[in-house]
């Protein structure tokens, strides 16, 4: 699956001095180099630090006013909490230094699963989501994501496409638009559950490392939820990576986290892709240029899931 481009990353060296020699010092070692990996949509600093020891460590830093910090925060606080065996990197600190917060993981080695019908990552993939949504999430989880409110919930867009159209709308999307439109009104009252939810599952937030397999990163929009939420977001990211609509559409109908709340993916499948039909046609955000066609090329991927659900 092509990764969306990064630009406008914060590097290493903006970081102000006291929290870089902050850093050095709880790592144990100098920083000979950082390199950012590509893909993804912020603009906070992301950077693997290779260690003068040979050790490699993953940061995560921005300004306190920016509201990536709290971003980060939160997922610092969920790598602390998820259980044993959860497909994540393990936490290894939080640093704070001249109004600037970082937040430091264990490093993985590899690169993004290919999500594509030539891989087995997609079907690890899969059976990592049955693990961890088969029961419901620990106690120190819940507590854990229960300050933040999910922005899951949230998800929304055919009610405002309906109001006013617009003239480059899918006609398949324009057909059903009332329907779209019922669909996500009824997404809030389902979007509650106990299930762990890593809430932005995409290629750009795994990384496959070579002794673990595929591992979940970037756990800034976790929650609690019902237990389709991450499987039906993955759905349309494996057609975007060259799975058949069919294919993908009877997976969703079998695996696990999906087969037993039908009305509830559809639900959550409607809010999502309404939400990427309108935010596509919003101006494009400072920091990330390819935000806005990657949403474009998802938006039609979830309408070709819905189309397969709603015929
Ligand atoms: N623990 C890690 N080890 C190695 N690389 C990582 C790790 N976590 C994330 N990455 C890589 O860094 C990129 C950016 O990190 P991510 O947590 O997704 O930040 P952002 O919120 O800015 O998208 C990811 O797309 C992935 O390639
Ligand atoms: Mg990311």
Not at 16 to 43: I, M, Q, S, W, Y
Not at 127 to 139: C, H, R, W
Not at 148 to 173: C, F, I, M, Q, R
Request: glycine letters at 8%.
């Amino acid at each position: 699956m092509p990764v969306p481009p990064t630009s406008g990353r914060l590097q290493w060296t903006d970081v102000p001095t006291p929290l870089r020699a902050l850093l050095e010092d709880a790592l144990g070692a100098p920083v000979t180099d950082a390199v950012t990996p590509k893909g993804g949509f912020g603009h906070q600093l992301a950077a693997a630090l290779h260690l003068a020891d040979g050790r490699r460590a993953f940061v995560k830093a921005a300004r306190d006013d920016d509201p990536l910090t709290a971003a980060n925060l939160h997922e610092a606080a969920v790598l602390g909490s998820l259980p044993p065996g959860a497909p994540a990197p393990d936490l290894l600190g939080i640093h704070h230094a001249a109004d600037w917060t970082a937040v430091v993981i264990a490093h993985l080695d590899g690169p993004h699963p290919d999500l594509s019908p030539v891989s087995a990552d997609a079907e690890q993939t899969w059976a990592l989501l049955d693990k961890l949504t088969s029961s419901p999430a620990p106690a120190p989880y819940a507590a854990a994501v229960s300050i933040t409110p999910s922005t899951t919930v949230a998800l929304h867009g055919w009610d405002e496409l309906l109001s006013d159209p617009p003239a480059d709308l899918d006609p398949a999307a324009r057909d059903r638009l009332p329907q779209l439109a019922e669909l996500e009104a009824t997404w809030p009252a389902l979007a509650h559950g106990d299930r762990i939810v890593h809430g932005d599952l995409r290629a750009d937030n795994m990384v496959r490392d070579r002794h673990l397999g595929v591992t979940f990163v970037d756990w800034a929009h976790a929650t609690t939820g019902p237990a389709c939420i991450d499987a039906a977001s993955l759905a349309p990211q494996l057609i975007l990576a060259g799975h058949t609509p069919t294919g993908i559409a009877g997976l969703l109908r079998d695996h696990p986290a999906t087969a037993s709340s039908a009305d509830t993916t559809t639900a959550f499948l409607a809010a999502l892709t309404g939400h990427w039909h309108r935010n596509a046609r919003k101006p494009a955000p400072p920091g990330a240029p390819g935000l806005r066609a990657y949403q474009h090329r998802a938006a039609a991927a979830g309408l070709a899931l819905l189309d397969h659900r709603l015929s």
